[in-house]
């Protein structure tokens, strides 16, 4: 049974900044890549950063390249996305997922809001 919980979002104004959580259960977290994606109103759900198993490779979308970190910690089975510089445009809910041999995962995602 794995599970993804995201936590850490919230409301912020332009320029600041966030640190979400996502922390997994129910499978070997070392193994697996992860991602985070982001869902903003009217929006379909897009691809925001993602990390390899050990944590060495990682990619971002072009709109969060240089603001957002991914970053992973194995003793913590946890997943990490810092977004500094944070934009109104950033606002969506936020979520984690896993791909396993047997399954698709998705957190049930973390509300960002960016506004003033």
């Known amino acids: 049974q794995v599970q993804l919980v995201e936590s850490g979002g919230g409301w912020v104004q332009p320029g600041g900044t966030l640190k979400l959580t996502c922390a997994a259960s129910?499978?070997?977290?070392?193994?697996?890549?992860m991602s985070w994606y982001r869902q903003a109103p009217g929006k379909e759900r897009a691809l925001v950063a993602s990390i390899s198993s050990t944590g060495v490779s990682k990619t971002y979308a072009d709109s969060v390249r240089g603001r957002f970190t991914v970053s992973r910690d194995k003793g913590k089975n946890t997943m990490y996305l810092q977004m500094n510089s944070l934009k109104p445009e950033d606002t969506a809910v936020y979520y984690c997922r896993v791909m396993t041999t047997t399954a698709v995962a998705w957190g049930q995602g973390t509300q960002v809001t960016v506004s003033s």
């Open positions: 129910g499978f070997t977290f070392s193994t697996y890549p």
